[in-house]
Structure formats: C-alpha cells, structure tokens
C-alpha cells in the first residue's frame, strides 16, 4: 500500500478524536491510543477496502505503533491543542494524551468514525497490558521485525499464526512502502 494517500492532518485531528472520546476512560494512555489506531485502520480497511488515514504503523515491544505519534503530539503541544501529561496508575505512569479543543471530523466520512468508534468500544476499559498483548496476536506485528512498518494489508489473513512465507512477503511490503 502506497503512502502516497497519507494525510498528517487528518491523523492529528484522528487522534485528538480518539483523545476526546476517551477522556472518560482510566485505561486509555498512549499505549492504548496507538492501539486504537491501528486497529481502526485494519478494521476499516478489511471492511471497506481502504484505510481511513493510511499511517505507517511500526512494530514496537507493546505493539503497533503509528511511526508519526511524537511529532504529532509535539505539534499539538505547540500549538496548544493538546498537551501529554504523565500520571499515576496503580503504580505504573501513564502518558495520557489530553485534547484541549475539538477535533475538526470535516475530513471523515462517516463510516470511518464509526470505525474507530467501534474499536474504542472494543477496548473500553481494558488496560495497556492487555491492548498490548492482543496486539502480539496480530499477523502483522507477528510478521515484522521490531521497527519495521506493518503492511497494513496484513489486515486480510485472518488467522495470528504466521508462516515463514508470510513474513517473507510482509518485509516485501514494508520495504516497498517505505
């Protein structure tokens, strides 16, 4: 998948999204935010044929993780339209992403949200640990070495065991793709 429809304007304002609608949420740090990402992305895309933002995901110890996070959240802060705060959580810091405006959803069609609205339904409540560990079920992040891009494709095998061949092909993808 070529990263030519990659639009850093519409993943800034997917994340605020995601910020906003997981205010209310305990459990939802940084972790969990690229989690919900990622899977909004493979989920749309094996329902509708298309990603909703199509990000670079790499693969990261905890899982998927969207290769421009840092930069975003450094350009909301600056901005002042978010800002990263660091917490207690029963023991553990959370880095919490903590949207200080709307997110400007002009961009979206509406299945899209309903997509990441979905995934963060599925989520709700579970903690980072366990956000993580479902995503080291993922052919994807299976198929990868660690800081290699995720074919996103990927999303269309449906089983988590992953054959030598597949990781084969996938390190093809995520050559190409970058």
Request: hydrophobic share 35%; proline share 4%; charged share 30%.
């Amino acid at each position: 998948m070529s990263r030519d429809a990659y639009d850093e304007d519409k993943t800034t304002e997917l994340i605020l999204y995601i910020a906003v609608q997981t205010e209310e949420d305990p459990t939802a740090g940084a972790t969990k935010l690229n989690k919900i990402l990622y899977f909004s992305e493979r989920s749309h895309l094996h329902r509708y044929g298309k990603p909703i933002v199509d990000a670079d995901y790499q693969k990261l110890p905890q899982g998927p993780g969207l290769r421009r996070m840092l930069p975003i959240i450094d350009r909301l802060e600056r901005a002042g339209d978010a800002r990263l705060v660091e917490r207690d959580y029963f023991g553990n810091t959370q880095k919490r992403l903590l949207a200080l405006r709307d997110p400007d959803l002009s961009m979206f069609a509406a299945e899209e949200i309903a997509s990441v609205d979905r995934i963060i339904r599925q989520f709700w409540g579970q903690t980072a640990k366990m956000t993580s560990e479902l995503s080291h079920e993922d052919a994807g992040w299976l198929a990868v070495e660690e800081g290699q891009s995720i074919p996103l494709s990927m999303a269309f095998i449906g089983e988590p065991e992953v054959t030598e061949h597949m990781r084969m092909r996938a390190r093809e993808l995520a050559n190409e793709s970058s």
